[in-house]
């Protein structure tokens, strides 16, 4: 009960809620843009970054990179409360899209540096959305599948020789 109670007291009466909308994107070209709604539910004005990374996969590990291919704005803004924001998501570079390109767009809410009050714990929202630009021509996902068991581990690989990205929803082995 008293870690209840402590919890309560640490955050502050009015506090901020940052939602985002949609919470993925995906272009076929020559589409290159669209956008993003941030929204504030709080009582008190917030601050809000938003960057762009390249997205990649790199022997099973996602690989986030700078990138200048695709750019958002506007990338800081505040938000007062119970406004929606547009923020627009471009792909700027000239290159043709070849297959399918990844991307992350980070929504952060920033400190409030007003709220100096050591006593205060200030919860933050990071937003990760995916980003997708594919070609017309590219190739549907084609997963070759690898198992094995060693004692009593089992592991399942998987690598995909098409152009689109697959997701996993349910797996049973």
């Known amino acids: 009960i008293l870690l209840g109670l402590l919890a309560a007291n640490a955050l502050p ?14 272009r076929v070209a020559p589409a290159a843009a669209a956008s993003l709604t941030l929204r504030n539910t709080g009582e008190r004005a917030i601050n809000v970054q938003v960057r762009v990374f390249r997205w990649t996969q790199q022997g099973g590990s ?52 007003s709220a100096g009050d050591s ?5 933050l929202t990071r937003y990760s959305i995916p980003v997708f630009f594919r070609a ?10 690898q198992g094995g068991v060693n004692g009593r581990e089992v592991t399942l690989a998987a690598t995909n020789r098409g152009d689109k990205r697959f997701q996993v929803g349910r797996l049973i082995l």
Request: glycine share 6%.
């Open 119 to 123: 006593t205060t714990v200030q919860l």
């Open 62 to 113: 996602d690989r986030l990179d700078p990138t200048r291919e695709v750019a958002v704005s506007p990338p800081v803004t505040a938000l007062a409360p119970g406004v929606d924001y547009t923020v627009r998501v471009v792909r700027i570079s000239k290159t043709p899209v070849r297959g399918e390109e990844g991307y992350r767009v980070f929504v952060d809410e920033l400190p409030d540096r």
């Open 13 to 26: 009466a009015g506090a901020t809620s940052l939602s985002v909308s949609p919470i993925g994107i995906e």
């Open 136 to 145: 017309q021509t590219a190739v549907a996902a084609d997963v070759a599948w």
